[in-house]
């Protein structure tokens, strides 16, 4: 019998599953893919429009370095203040929770447990849980976040990481466009064969990453791109051309 015991034992633990969860929460992931495809499309389309007003190498560069740091420096205070202030909002309505657990515990239980109840549980069981977990107010609060905001208060985006990775991220992207003229050539083709292919590896990487196809992704990002790219370039020779007559 124990032996039957022990089989059955190692086959459960044998068909348990383990894996574990990458972070989707900490803020990192949007603004490190927004900001370099920011600064490549952005930057890629602003020179492509500058040197197709007919203007000289010395002109793109110019341009290009001041759309960088424009764009850098912009996306970096944008990104902080965004999210600083979704931060300070969560921490608001954190406060206000825990005022209401504080000055009318009672209700905040009867609440909790009616949240309970339309999660699934019977409704003695959604009373008996909600009343164990307003035992221990720090925990209450959280709960109460988490079921009522749909929020985890311990994991909220930095704004410091948001800010920071979208300056040093558009600033990468926004190079690659810039890289051929600083390397002295003097024509847009190589600018504009440089950000095709990264957009096309940019878009096949964030495809990869989120387990989507690959193909699609790379394809998508190249013509969203491409189709900014060209508009501007557009805008740019149309410009240039009646300057000059």
């Not at 790379?218 to 009646?242: D, E, P």
Request: proline share 4%; net charge negative; hydrophobic share 50%.
């Amino acid at each position: 019998m124990p032996a039957v015991v022990a089989r059955a034992e190692s086959a459960s633990q044998s068909s348990e599953i383990h894996h574990t969860h990458r972070d989707v929460t900490g803020g990192w992931l949007r603004p490190a893919v927004f900001g370099a495809m920011d600064g490549l499309v952005s930057n890629g389309a602003l020179v492509a429009g500058v040197a197709a007003a007919h203007s000289t190498a010395h002109d793109v560069i110019l341009a290009g370095w001041a759309g960088l740091l424009a764009g850098s420096f912009s996306m970096a205070v944008g990104e902080w203040t965004s999210v600083q202030s979704q931060t300070q909002l969560v921490q608001s309505e954190i406060d206000k929770e825990r005022a209401e657990l504080e000055r009318s515990p009672a209700a905040e239980e009867r609440e909790l447990a009616g949240l309970f109840r339309r999660r699934g549980l019977p409704r003695d069981l959604a009373i008996r849980v909600a009343a164990e977990v307003s035992k221990d107010p720090d925990e209450a609060w959280r709960v109460h976040v988490r079921e009522e905001l749909g929020i985890d208060p311990d994991s909220q985006p930095s704004p410091y990481v948001a800010g920071g990775l979208s300056l040093v991220t558009f600033a990468l992207g926004a190079l690659m466009p810039l890289l051929p003229y600083l390397l002295g050539t003097h024509t847009l083709v190589w600018s504009i064969v440089l950000g095709a292919l990264l957009l096309l590896l940019m878009g096949g990487a964030v495809a990869r990453f989120t387990h989507r196809p690959l193909v699609f992704g790379a394809l998508r990002q190249l013509v969203l791109g491409s189709a900014c790219v060209a508009v501007v370039f557009g805008i740019g020779h149309a410009i240039g051309t009646s300057v000059s007559a």
